[in-house]
């Protein structure tokens, strides 16, 4: 198999939690500023009004634990947050699908999972390990880190994981509204990055695919360490499906106030067109203790978006919500 590891850490890639930082501080210091010529969004492509922030928020890691599960599904039932994502290598993933072919109205996908990130908490492949031994640790679960699965997995074995994953939900009777990728690493090579569009389109369930044609965003990625290559601009630009015209995280913040302000100034830097925000809700155990040290961000997400003051911004800032099912109605008009 080839090798691209020594390569591709040389590129610095970073963590999860650093490239969510460093992509806050970017859009803060770039303030998305109108430009003086502006083509034309993804957003207004699909049928949503010209000028307009399109905002999809999503759930991700579903299926990871119960209290990401619950979470998820009371946003749902609240009708205030639809789309989610379920790590279907995850102990809880099977009961996040069986609620959800029992609830018409959520908007849920694969989160394709390729890493097992915390220290005691873990999981391997869908698929035999023995057909995808590059992905598989000496732990027998999937590698911590983005870089070890570039230095050790071939995007065959790539394709093969993620099609597993994708086909487990699809044969326990629910089809997926979307794919997208944990921890980023399917764009951590440009050969991930072509299986993971070829595998959208096959299957015609739109990916999380960045539209990399505006430069800032495009320089932003590269500096953080992600290996974006003219090739990996060109498969972006090829891509069939759906595009978005942005991506960020909910930022972190030291109280809920000081998280829910930041959130508000990270909307109000987005210039127009469809960016997707994600955020990791769960309700507070001592088990999401004992799984991540992030748990109190993951609880504070878990309350956001049920505050009225949240939605009383949306509706001051005049901010249009929307799910992937609603971007593949409109595509596919």
């Not at 994953?165 to 629910?174: L, V």
């Not at 360490?225 to 930022?251: A, C, R």
């Given at each position: 198999?080839?090798?691209?590891?020594?390569?591709?850490?040389?590129?610095?890639?970073?963590?999860k939690?650093?490239?969510?930082?460093?992509?806050?501080?970017?859009?803060?210091?770039?303030?998305?500023?109108?430009?003086?010529?502006?083509?034309?969004?993804?957003a207004?492509?699909?049928?949503?009004?010209?000028?307009?922030?399109?905002?999809?928020?999503?759930?991700?890691?579903?299926?990871?634990?119960?209290?990401?599960?619950?979470?998820?599904?009371?946003?749902?039932?609240?009708?205030?947050?639809?789309?989610?994502?379920?790590?279907?290598?995850?102990?809880?993933?099977?009961?996040?699908?069986?609620?959800?072919?029992?609830?018409?109205?959520?908007?849920?996908?694969?989160?394709?999972?390729?890493?097992?990130?915390?220290?005691?908490?873990?999981?391997?492949?869908?698929?035999?390990?023995?057909?995808?031994?590059?992905?598989?640790?000496?732990?027998?679960?999937?590698?911590?880190?983005?870089?070890?699965?570039?230095?050790?997995?071939?995007?065959?074995?790539?394709?093969a994981?993620?099609?597993a994953?994708?086909?487990?939900?699809?044969?326990?009777?629910?089809q997926?509204?979307?794919?997208?990728?944990?921890?980023?690493?399917?764009?951590?090579?440009?050969?991930?990055?072509?299986?993971?569009?070829?595998?959208?389109?096959?299957?015609?369930?739109?990916?999380?695919?960045i539209?990399?044609?505006?430069?800032?965003?495009?320089?932003?990625?590269?500096?953080?360490?992600?290996?974006?290559?003219?090739?990996?601009?060109?498969?972006?630009?090829?891509?069939?499906?759906?595009?978005?015209?942005?991506?960020?995280?909910?930022?972190e913040?030291?109280?809920?106030?000081?998280?829910?302000?930041?959130?508000?100034?990270l909307?109000?830097?987005?210039?127009?067109?469809?960016?997707?925000?994600?955020?990791?809700?769960?309700?507070?155990?001592?088990?999401?203790?004992?799984?991540?040290?992030?748990w109190?961000?993951?609880?504070?997400?878990?309350?956001?978006?049920?505050?009225?003051?949240?939605?009383?911004?949306?509706?001051?800032n005049?901010?249009?919500?929307?799910?992937?099912?609603?971007?593949?109605?409109?595509?596919?008009?």
């Open positions: 198999m080839k090798n691209t590891g020594n390569h591709f850490q040389k590129k610095v890639v970073l963590t939690h650093v490239f969510l930082f460093l992509f806050f501080a970017f859009i803060s210091s770039l303030n998305f500023a109108q430009k003086t010529t502006e083509k034309t969004t993804n207004e492509k699909l049928g949503y009004p010209k000028g307009k922030v399109i905002l999809l928020l999503h759930c991700d890691d579903a299926g990871m634990c119960e209290e990401a599960n619950i979470a998820v599904q009371s946003y749902s039932l609240k009708n205030h947050i639809q789309s989610a994502a379920v790590m279907m290598p995850c102990p809880n993933a099977e009961e996040m699908v069986e609620w959800a072919k029992k609830h018409p109205k959520a908007d849920i996908g694969v989160h394709l999972t390729l890493t097992s990130e915390w220290k005691n908490y873990r999981w391997g492949p869908v698929s035999k390990s023995s057909k995808v031994p590059g992905l598989v640790d000496p732990d027998g679960k999937f590698w911590h880190e983005v870089p070890d699965v570039v230095m050790h997995a071939s995007a065959e074995e790539v394709k994981e993620i099609r994953q994708i086909d487990k939900m699809i044969n326990m009777g629910y997926p509204s979307h794919i997208d990728t944990h921890m980023g690493t399917l764009y951590g090579s440009a050969e991930y990055v072509k299986v993971f569009l070829e595998t959208a389109e096959e299957y015609n369930i739109p990916a999380n695919a539209d990399l044609s505006d430069k800032e965003v495009r320089a932003f990625y590269q500096k953080a360490g992600y290996p974006i290559t003219d090739e990996v601009v060109d498969l972006l630009s090829e891509y069939k499906l759906p595009k978005l015209d942005n991506f960020g995280s909910v930022p913040g030291k109280t809920y106030e000081e998280k829910r302000d930041n959130f508000f100034q909307v109000k830097s987005l210039k127009p067109g469809l960016t997707e925000i994600i955020f990791h809700p769960s309700i507070e155990t001592e088990n999401l203790k004992s799984i991540t040290n992030s109190q961000q993951r609880v504070w997400e878990a309350e956001m978006f049920s505050d009225p003051r949240v939605t009383q911004f949306f509706q001051d005049d901010i249009v919500l929307t799910t992937w099912t609603e971007i593949m109605e409109k595509f596919e008009k």
